[in-house]
């Protein structure tokens, strides 16, 4: 079946499966890597409407594109598609949607297009991933190169005033650390949550808590990671932070602090939540939902928490003393259209 799909399928190459490696926990990284891009050279160009982005308002690697499509005022041209955060072993379905099934794919599970693309597709139904509307097929899965190509192919759609997230000058520094947070912290937060060992646990747990002291060293004195301004290197911090207190530190067992218990970084993370574009995609109920009951062979008893009490997220920052400006010479988006505006907190920026 590999063979057959790395064959005839481009980017598809052979991979690693999604397993547990010794006692340790390893990702699978082996993407459906077929790029939309402005020259259409994996044949398929950038196309206004002709492509959904489907997504978990759940899932932190899904968040990132959420994030960035509504930076870049890729709403129109890129239209979305919400999951339920709840799902089986076949993975995300459209339950939120009347009758159950997504309006413009007409179907009720992810796996269907993913099946459409190839028929003995035997890996991760994940998210985010881009569907080719008029075909029905999975065009890639490939987290972060949908965002870097929404950020480097999508630019005739992006909206007036669209921030430059990954300035040509700043991107090697945006791509090391970008590295550093992938590993330790994206990625290390499920490394400590799935570890079948204390050894492995303990191993992640230093890894993770020693990254974010580094962030924290790095941000006492600057306002955003890189530069002065939101680049991809912050969007991928915060969707790690965002869901830190609500599901990593309990359910992963990331307890040396919680968030809210690091002032730099929860500063830090509370003013990137009170900017448009970012708070205002965060839900957390659907977060809580699907992290405790999807992971059930970490939390048996499937009790969802009522806690941690959000409010906080919408406290003073203080960080716009320390100079920056957002969005450089760009604007900050406007308010989400009321269909994907989420139930959550109200976000004082927009008001
Ligand atoms: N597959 C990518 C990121 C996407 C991802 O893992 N998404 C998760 C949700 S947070 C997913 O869709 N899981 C469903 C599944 O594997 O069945 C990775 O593992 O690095």
Redesign the pocket.
Known sequence: MEGVLAAAVPGYGPGMT?VQRGKGYT???R?ITTRITADGRDGFPVESGRYRLVV?R?????HRAVIIRRLLGLEEALPMAVAGPT?DAR??TFDLDPGGRDPVLGIERLQEAYLARDPDYDR?????AIVDVPTGRVVT?D?AQITFDMMLEWTAHHRPGAPDLYPAALSPEIDAIGGEIYTDVN?GVYRTGFAKSQEAYGAAYERLFARLDRLSERLEHSRYLVGETITEADVRLFTSLVRFDAVYHGHFKCNRQKLAEMPVLWAYARDLFQTPGFGDTVDFDHIKQ?FYLVHSHINPSGIVPDGPDPSGWLEPHGRAALGGRPFGDGTPPAPPSPAEAVPSLHVPSHS
Do not use: E, Q
């Not at 759940?58 to 899904?62: F, R, S």
């Not at 991760?124 to 985010?128: A, L, Q, R």
């Open positions: 999604d990702r699978d990284s993407y978990s759940a899932c932190p690697w899904a799902h993975s995300w991760g139904i994940t998210v985010p899965n987290y990625d699907h």
